[in-house]
């Protein structure tokens, strides 16, 4: 295997000068680089990581700490990290917190001790303890998907994060007026876990939905599913049991949209000849389900990319002011809701 002698030799310069150039600690000149990097290439030299992470401060390494990785939603995120982390010479640590806040703390603990060069984060419900963490060890950090408190109370007024998330109130707003023109006027909710933005968005984007189709709110019309799909069938469940039952249904995510088909279809319920169904979230095989699902579908991908985008724009200019970043929806009409079976449309919410 060669070593980083052997490519000081190849070159004609000293070790200093390769050390140098592998880890940008000093200018070199261009004639001299070209010289080294034309060696590396000729004699495969591989770095050594860890030898450079002692000069460098620098492991070339994100953490990721994700929920329900086996959700598409998520795998896409994670997809999208890994692909954009790679492009810019980043390894990957992933861990998963559970949506708990205890076991979200640990787990993040360990990516820092890990020596990664920041974390992105889907916090969990209550991240107090999170927030803390990050704030007294200084962790770059980037929130993806659900938003926080930036500066809560007990962390430094200068410690921020940054965020990236797509949007979720127009996009909710959306499908809730499309059931409306189509002539719902019960139209319920299946809302996600209490404490997670998205839950508070979404739910804000029903209710501004049944504003602007000019129909009145009523608490009854909304259940949580607690962001999984066995609280959706649970919440599906007690809607269906009402003395006057939704004539359509919005789940907020798409696990929530497998509880509630799973039972839809345990009850008789033909969608949408009975009841009419648009979800928020659109994954792989909602155009295959009978019927096809109308949905909002998230960038979870550009997610990812935007969120190591900023991460890396942090490691560059730790002091910049902190950002957030929201990603449009796409609104997928398909035949859930009660529309003929034409190909479906999609159309950019902003």
Request: glycine share 8%.
């Amino acid at each position: 295997m060669a070593t980083m002698a052997d490519v000081a030799r190849s070159a004609g310069v000293s070790v200093a000068t390769v050390s140098h150039v592998l880890n940008d600690t000093r200018p070199v000149r261009p004639h001299t680089r070209r010289a080294v990097l034309d060696a590396i290439d000729e004699l495969g030299y591989t770095p050594n990581t860890l030898a450079r992470s002692l000069v460098t401060a620098r492991t070339r390494s994100i953490g990721l700490a994700v929920s329900a990785i086996s959700n598409p939603y998520f795998t896409e995120i994670l997809q999208g990290v890994e692909a954009s982390a790679l492009e810019h010479g980043y390894g990957l640590l992933v861990a998963d917190p559970h949506d708990d806040p205890v076991h979200e703390r640990k787990a993040v603990q360990l990516l820092h001790e890990r020596r990664v060069d920041g974390v992105i984060v889907a916090p969990s419900a209550d991240p107090g303890g999170l927030l803390a963490l990050l704030a007294r060890h200084g962790v770059p950090t980037v929130f993806v998907d659900r938003l926080v408190d930036t500066a809560p109370a007990g962390t430094p007024a200068s410690q921020t994060f940054d965020q990236v998330c797509g949007e979720n109130v127009d996009p909710m707003a959306r499908l809730v007026t499309h059931l409306a023109e189509l002539g719902h006027h019960r139209i319920g909710l299946v809302a996600g876990r209490p404490g997670f933005s998205t839950t508070t968005e979404r739910t804000s984007g029903y209710r501004q939905g049944l504003a602007a189709a000019g129909l009145p709110y009523d608490e009854r019309l909304l259940a949580s599913g607690d962001s999984a799909a066995e609280g959706a069938e649970r919440a599906t469940t007690d809607l269906l049991s009402l003395a006057a039952p939704p004539t359509a249904l919005v789940t907020a995510n798409n696990t929530m949209t497998i509880g509630a088909l799973r039972t839809l279809r345990g009850r008789g319920v033909s969608v949408p000849d009975d009841l009419a169904l648009c979800c928020f979230d659109d994954f792989a095989w909602a155009d295959l389900f009978s019927p096809r699902l109308t949905a909002v579908s998230q960038p979870s991908r550009e997610i990812g990319t935007e969120a190591v985008r900023l991460l890396l724009e942090r490691l560059e200019d730790p002091g910049r002011p902190a950002r957030t970043v929201r990603l449009p929806g796409v609104f997928v009409h398909r035949t859930s809701c009660g529309c003929p079976d034409t190909p479906y449309r999609k159309e950019t919410d902003s």
